[in-house]
């Protein structure tokens, strides 16, 4: 099993910026896809940016320019963060990491408990 523990979120101006960080333990060998998703009250979960073991990177068009997805790994961890900049009121969501053995994120994928990333105007 994969467990995944997000921090860094917070309340931000708008126009700020703020680095989050998810920490996945237990059976990251497993892991070849992570990502981060957001969910805004009322709204469906949409996927902000992913990157698989080999670097390759997914960043949606409504972020893209702005934030950045980044991954660290060790023998018995691995990090991914993401780096958000130029905040906007609209990118208040709570983000949630998530990890899968595929390249698509399905019903088996890992899920973090969330981070609330709160952006005033």
């Known amino acids: 099993q994969v467990q995944l523990v997000e921090s860094g979120g917070g309340l931000v101006q708008s126009g700020g910026s703020l680095r989050l960080s998810c920490t996945a333990s237990?059976?990251?060998?497993?892991?070849?896809?992570m990502g981060w998703y957001r969910q805004a009250p009322g709204e469906q979960r949409e996927l902000v940016a992913s990157?698989?073991?080999?670097?390759?990177?997914?960043?949606a068009d409504s972020v893209k320019g702005r934030f950045t997805i980044s991954r660290d790994s060790t023998m018995n961890s691995m990090t991914v963060d993401l780096q958000m900049n130029s905040l906007k009121s609209e990118d208040t969501a709570v983000y949630y990491c998530?990890?899968?053995?595929?390249?698509?994120?399905?019903?088996?994928?890992?899920w973090g408990q969330g981070t609330q990333v709160t952006v005033s105007s």
């Open positions: 990157i698989t073991r080999d670097d390759r990177t997914n960043v």
């Open positions: 237990g059976r990251v060998f497993d892991i070849y896809h």
């Open positions: 998530s990890g899968t053995e595929s390249l698509l994120f399905g019903p088996d994928a890992a």
